[in-house]
């Protein structure tokens, strides 16, 4: 073999290994953000350090939550992922390293040292965020709320639709926010914003909008929404519409179908990492397998496989900046 040929050879095997590094690093990213979306954050936290140490920032963001919500405090590990994150711009990093001195670690006395004070995170995060702001960029708009407690920037985000705000905000005028004449107004006004919300994709929206079409007795809308919810991987949603399925709620409306309901629910079983959803789905899965045959069984575990293979994986949603 020619030395061209041996050194082509060689490029060819360079670039493969090469492009195989980022896929590899994507396809961990994904699943240690999916393993923490389901409280999962131990089990999440090799994945989000092969993804952090391709310096992916949301991985590296990510990370950090995982490890202080693992130790419930910040240390040097975590102390170092926000920044690496931050460093490269991350709004959400930025946040969590302005507010050290409220973490328990603080109040250890334990607190790891820091490239730049609270103080100076926070300013660098308003003004990276108020930027992004200036650009009209509506997740922007929601990290200068985040970052002020100023309730016009929640209000503008939800305006350049996005949708997490326009949930909060509606659940804001919910929870009695603000001063409305009439009770009337202030429910359409979390109607408006729970259904952008919804049809902007946010799953928690689209329960609450649910929820909302179910007050109105507007069933089919309900069940669209909570299938809805359901399709998005949303624990809540899989957990309604499951239960519904199996005729525990004939007031709603949806069609008795015990294999689909089994299906569902037996989903629920493999989050263990927190949350009650598997509890709950403990609870009611034999009170549901009574009722059907062995045929049916067989073909609910087949359905269930289908669906989580076809469908966003579960998550409980958890707010990325806790609240």
């Keep these: 073999m020619s030395k061209t040929l041996v050194y082509l050879l060689f490029l060819t095997v360079y670039a493969n290994a090469n492009a195989g590094v980022p896929q590899e690093q994507k396809t961990a990213k994904d699943t ?6 389901q409280f999962k954050a131990i089990s999440a936290i090799p994945y989000l350090k092969v993804a952090a140490e391709g310096g992916d920032d949301d991985a590296q963001y990510y990370l950090g939550e995982a490890i202080r919500k693992n130790k419930r405090y910040i240390d040097e590990e975590a102390q170092q992922a926000y920044q690496d994150s931050a ?6 990093s930025m946040i969590r390293l302005s507010q050290i001195d409220n973490d328990l670690c603080s ?6 040292e820091s490239e730049r004070t609270p103080k100076e995170w926070l300013e660098v995060a308003k003004d990276t965020a108020s930027k992004g702001a200036a650009q009209g960029n509506g997740e922007s708009m929601y990290l200068m709320y985040e970052l002020s407690g100023d309730k016009t920037w929640l209000k503008k985000s939800a305006e350049h639709n996005y949708p997490l705000a326009q949930y909060l905000l509606a659940t804001e005028y919910k929870e009695g926010a603000d001063f409305f004449w ?20 946010y799953p928690r929206g689209m329960m609450n909008y649910a929820e909302v079409l179910y007050n109105k007795k507007d069933l089919e809308g309900f069940r669209n929404w909570t299938e809805k919810a359901a399709e998005a991987g949303y624990t809540e949603g899989v957990f309604g519409y499951g239960y519904s399925l199996s005729g ?3 007031e709603q409306g949806f069609p008795l179908d015990l294999v689909k309901s089994y299906a569902l629910l037996s989903l629920l079983l493999e989050l263990d990492g927190g949350g009650s959803a598997k509890d709950a789905a403990e609870y009611v899965l034999p009170k549901i397998k009574e009722k059907m045959t062995q045929l049916q069984i067989t073909e609910a575990e087949k359905m269930s496989s289908v669906w989580k293979a076809s469908h966003p994986p579960l998550s409980f949603f958890p707010f990325k900046l806790s609240r």
Excluded at 87 to 92: A, E, I, L, M, S
């Design 248 to 250: 525990k709620y004939p």
């Design 87 to 92: 460093k490269q711009g991350n709004v959400y």
């Design 32 to 37: 240690g953000i999916e393993l923490y979306n």
């Design 182 to 201: 009439l009770p009337s107004s202030r429910a359409n006004a979390v109607e408006h914003w729970m259904k952008a919300s919804a049809e902007g994709g």
């Design 107 to 112: 109040a250890m006395s334990n607190c790891p």
